[in-house]
């Protein structure tokens, strides 16, 4: 079986091979992008026009219910037979489908579609489904407006912490009892407050998946199906609450940190840390996610402080930063992208197996099970310029997005351009660090 | 970039690695070779140890006085960990050494 021992540190499960970026092209990347942001700087500075929408095409003017219906029926079906293989079925990580399914097709391959398609998950969400197919039972409580969606943040900060630091994140019965008591809460939230009100607030993954989606090209928009240019979709975003704001930003600290947990400069951090006496590697890792979290808290207040008083005033700090938060997510996703495209291609070939032997039990129902990984499948040639490009054009996607909030936010060519003096330059930092992290042997 | 891969004839390529209580004695803690090539790690160790080259899975068990080698063809480009094999539900380990495989 191949590579049956202990996954890395880092993402749940399933390991990355990737050479680092080689320099040339690590410098290559990081001058397009400076170059490129002066160029769309140089080009915001000729043109006048300020225009709140975005092109879009309407492919469907209804939903299509036997459709959305049969996406759901699917949905619980694998979310139930990943709850079974878990419980029930061998626990090799690598025999039982539950880890595969979660941490490379679920969290990474539903990000993928999520960012690159649509909403996947807001259309298919089984916990959701199921909770309305029991009759959408609740008791019609009046959610805590002044919570917002803190529960959220505190769930998704929960959930990285698995991802990334719990050391028991690839036991499949661990795993399904992390799930079975999620998605227990979550009924337990919906029968209190209504559906709605738990998925908008609580449900981690509906905000992640939401916030991912943002980019998506394809939208539903209540009443039809549109296309739009990816990215188009931040710009005329609505300011977010503060709560959604933290929970964008732990995102996107979790995504770096992710790459980051891999790098010798966080080998050396642990080194460190244990000559202090801390000994345990899951404090010194929760610290440092947390720590990642509240940096990226704090640089992105301060660019946004930076902003408000490069434009001369006009919004408060808390609302420019309200404003702007979304217009990052393309560098998170870029970043997200490059980082996982080669494992979502390699590790994500164990479903072929796993689909014909899904517990570990010996079977092989459709012939599969037999299937060898291709380790070979993603040259590192495609690795190192497909995660290049993919960082470059999330940079470039972003600096826009700024540019068109910032025309929105306070008004007046002028005053939108120096605004976006402080942006830009926190985006340049931030594409560098995607940039730099994958330019880092993996280690751990 | 086929033509850059095709110009270096793939060689033969052998590194001697002794273990001192799990760790490389001496030398880097990455050997790097090209694709193609005949790799041979040849290892010994002061101790038992059960080794693990991930990717190409290969598993060698080495001990005091009986030194063993992973020998193959790095047909696969990538940075490849060899790590002690431990049983059961195996958990974090940090690697003995790396093998990069370029392309």
Same mark, same amino acid.
């Given at each position: *079986?191949?590579?049956?021992?202990?996954?890395?540190?880092?993402?749940?499960? /399933?390991?990355?091979?990737?050479?680092?970026?080689?320099?040339?092209?690590?410098?290559?990347?990081?001058?397009?992008?400076?170059?490129?942001?002066?160029? !769309?700087? @140089?080009?915001?500075?000729?043109?006048?026009?300020?225009?709140?929408?975005?092109?879009?095409?309407?492919?469907?003017?209804? @939903?299509?219910?036997?459709? =959305?219906?049969?996406?759901?029926?699917?949905?619980?079906?694998?979310?139930?037979?990943?709850?079974?293989? /878990?419980?029930? /079925?061998?626990?090799?990580?690598?025999? $039982?489908?539950?880890?595969?399914?979660?941490?490379? =097709?679920?969290?990474?391959?539903?990000?993928?579609?999520?960012?690159?398609?649509?909403?996947?998950?807001?259309?298919? $969400?089984?916990?959701?489904?199921?909770?309305?197919?029991?009759?959408?039972?609740?008791?019609?409580?009046?959610?805590?407006?002044?919570?917002? +969606?803190?529960? +959220?943040?505190?769930?998704?900060?929960?959930?990285?912490? *698995?991802?990334?630091?719990?050391?028991?994140? %690839?036991?499949?019965?661990?795993?399904?009892?992390?799930?079975?008591?999620?998605?227990?809460?979550?009924? +337990?939230?919906? +029968?209190?407050?209504? #559906?709605?009100?738990?998925?908008? $607030?609580?449900?981690?993954?509906?905000?992640?998946?939401?916030?991912?989606?943002?980019?998506?090209?394809?939208?539903? $928009?209540?009443?039809?199906?549109?296309?739009?240019?990816?990215?188009?979709?931040?710009?005329?975003?609505?300011?977010?609450?503060?709560?959604?704001? !933290?929970?964008?930003?732990?995102?996107?600290?979790?995504?770096?940190?992710?790459?980051?947990?891999?790098?010798?400069?966080?080998?050396?951090?642990?080194?460190?840390?244990?000559?202090?006496?801390?000994?345990?590697?899951?404090?010194?890792?929760?610290?440092?996610?947390?720590?990642?979290?509240?940096?990226?808290?704090?640089?992105?207040?301060?660019?946004?402080?930076?902003?408000?008083?490069?434009?001369?005033? /006009?919004?408060?700090?808390?609302? @420019?930063?309200?404003?702007?938060?979304?217009?990052?997510?393309?560098?998170?996703? !870029?970043?997200?992208?490059?980082?996982?495209?080669?494992?979502?291609?390699?590790?994500?070939?164990?479903?072929?197996?796993?689909?014909?032997?899904?517990?570990?039990?010996?079977?092989?129902?459709?012939?599969?099970?037999?299937?060898?990984?291709?380790?070979?499948?993603?040259?590192?040639?495609?690795?190192?310029?497909?995660?290049?490009?993919?960082?470059?054009?999330?940079?470039?996607?972003?600096?826009?997005?700024?540019?068109?909030?910032?025309?929105?936010?306070?008004?007046? #060519?002028?005053? !939108?351009?120096?605004?976006?003096?402080? *942006?830009?330059?926190?985006?340049?930092?931030?594409?560098?660090?995607?940039?730099?992290?994958?330019?880092?042997? =993996?280690?751990? | 970039?086929?033509?850059?891969?095709?110009?270096?004839?793939?060689?033969?390529?052998?590194?001697?690695?002794?273990?001192?209580?799990?760790?490389?004695?001496?030398?880097?803690?990455?050997?790097?070779? #090209?694709?193609?090539?005949?790799?041979?790690?040849?290892?010994?160790? %002061?101790? #038992?140890?059960?080794?693990?080259?991930?990717?190409?899975?290969?598993?060698?068990?080495?001990?005091?006085?009986?030194?063993?080698? *992973?020998?193959?063809?790095? %047909?696969?480009?990538?940075?490849?960990?060899?790590?002690?094999?431990?049983?059961?539900?195996?958990?974090?380990?940090?690697?003995?050494?790396?093998?990069?495989?370029?392309?």
């Amino acid at each position: *079986m191949l590579c049956a021992a202990s996954p890395a540190a880092g993402h749940g499960f /399933g390991q990355r091979f990737d050479l680092p970026l080689p320099l040339p092209l690590w410098i290559a990347g990081a001058g397009a992008t400076i170059v490129l942001t002066f160029a !769309a700087v @140089a080009f915001f500075a000729r043109s006048r026009s300020a225009s709140a929408g975005y092109p879009r095409v309407v492919l469907l003017r209804r @939903a299509p219910a036997a459709w =959305i219906a049969a996406v759901r029926i699917a949905a619980v079906a694998l979310f139930v037979l990943t709850l079974c293989a /878990g419980f029930f /079925g061998a626990q090799d990580p690598y025999r $039982n489908l539950a880890v595969t399914m979660v941490w490379v =097709i679920w969290w990474v391959g539903l990000a993928f579609v999520c960012a690159l398609v649509g909403d996947l998950w807001a259309l298919a $969400n089984p916990l959701a489904a199921l909770h309305a197919w029991a009759g959408s039972p609740s008791l019609g409580l009046a959610y805590p407006e002044r919570l917002g +969606a803190w529960p +959220a943040v505190a769930l998704f900060f929960a959930f990285a912490w *698995m991802e990334l630091v719990w050391p028991a994140n %690839d036991v499949p019965a661990y795993l399904a009892c992390a799930m079975l008591a999620y998605a227990t809460l979550a009924w +337990a939230g919906m +029968a209190l407050y209504g #559906r709605d009100a738990w998925l908008k $607030n609580a449900e981690a993954f509906s905000l992640a998946f939401g916030v991912l989606a943002r980019l998506a090209p394809l939208r539903w $928009n209540g009443r039809e199906l549109e296309l739009r240019p990816p990215g188009a979709g931040l710009a005329a975003a609505e300011p977010v609450p503060v709560p959604v704001l !933290a929970f964008v930003l732990l995102m996107l600290a979790s995504v770096s940190f992710d790459g980051f947990l891999e790098t010798p400069l966080m080998e050396r951090v642990f080194l460190v840390a244990i000559r202090l006496g801390f000994e345990d590697a899951q404090l010194v890792a929760t610290a440092a996610l947390a720590a990642f979290a509240l940096g990226f808290l704090a640089a992105f207040w301060l660019a946004s402080w930076a902003m408000v008083r490069a434009a001369g005033g /006009g919004p408060t700090v808390r609302e @420019a930063a309200c404003a702007f938060v979304l217009t990052l997510v393309p560098i998170a996703v !870029a970043y997200h992208l490059a980082h996982y495209f080669s494992l979502l291609l390699t590790a994500g070939q164990f479903i072929i197996p796993l689909g014909s032997d899904p517990f570990g039990f010996g079977w092989d129902l459709f012939g599969t099970a037999r299937y060898r990984v291709d380790l070979g499948i993603v040259s590192p040639y495609v690795f190192w310029y497909g995660a290049v490009t993919l960082i470059v054009a999330g940079h470039v996607i972003a600096v826009l997005a700024a540019h068109g909030t910032a025309l929105r936010v306070f008004g007046g #060519r002028r005053r !939108a351009l120096a605004s976006q003096i402080p *942006m830009v330059a926190l985006m340049v930092a931030y594409t560098m660090l995607s940039l730099w992290i994958l330019a880092q042997p =993996i280690v751990g | 970039m086929a033509a850059g891969a095709a110009a270096q004839a793939p060689e033969r390529k052998t590194f001697e690695l002794s273990l001192v209580d799990g760790k490389v004695a001496a030398g880097p803690g990455t050997v790097r070779v #090209r694709r193609h090539d005949e790799v041979e790690l040849r290892w010994s160790s %002061d101790r #038992r140890i059960v080794l693990h080259l991930h990717g190409y899975d290969i598993e060698r068990t080495v001990a005091p006085g009986a030194p063993a080698a *992973m020998a193959f063809k790095a %047909d696969i480009a990538g940075r490849f960990p060899v790590t002690e094999h431990a049983h059961g539900v195996a958990r974090h380990h940090r690697a003995v050494l790396y093998l990069e495989v370029r392309p």
